[in-house]
């Protein structure tokens, strides 16, 4: 669950711990001010596991979805051509995700966000 305070720009400080080798533990802590959003998180991709893929593909859904447009880990191993754009581009997709959420608050998000 998230929590906001109060700060004077948008930061967020994020982590997620997966126990996929290939994800694991990322963290990554940001001030989204002067143009950071566009250098260092939008163009980071969804992920998701080899297994939920086929489940998803077998209930019809994320038919769209390609290796290309997303990063696909199994295990150890990402699949996806050229691997991840980060290191951490697992972390950066979880931010943007959150961010789009926040957006949705109707106004503008001042603060320090944190996901823990």
Known sequence: MGRAFASASLEMDYTIDFA???IGYQRRIANL??????????DSRTFCRRADVEMMHEAGLALGGTY??????DGDDVLS???????????????LDALGDL???GAPIIGRYTEE
């Open 81 to 95: 051509p050229g691997g991840f754009r980060h290191a951490d581009e697992a972390v950066r997709h979880k931010m």
């Open 68 to 73: 290309d447009n997303a990063v696909v880990v």
């Open 33 to 42: 001010a002067n143009g950071r959003f566009v250098r260092e998180l939008c």
């Open 20 to 22: 996929d080798k290939a």
């Open 103 to 105: 957006y949705t608050a």
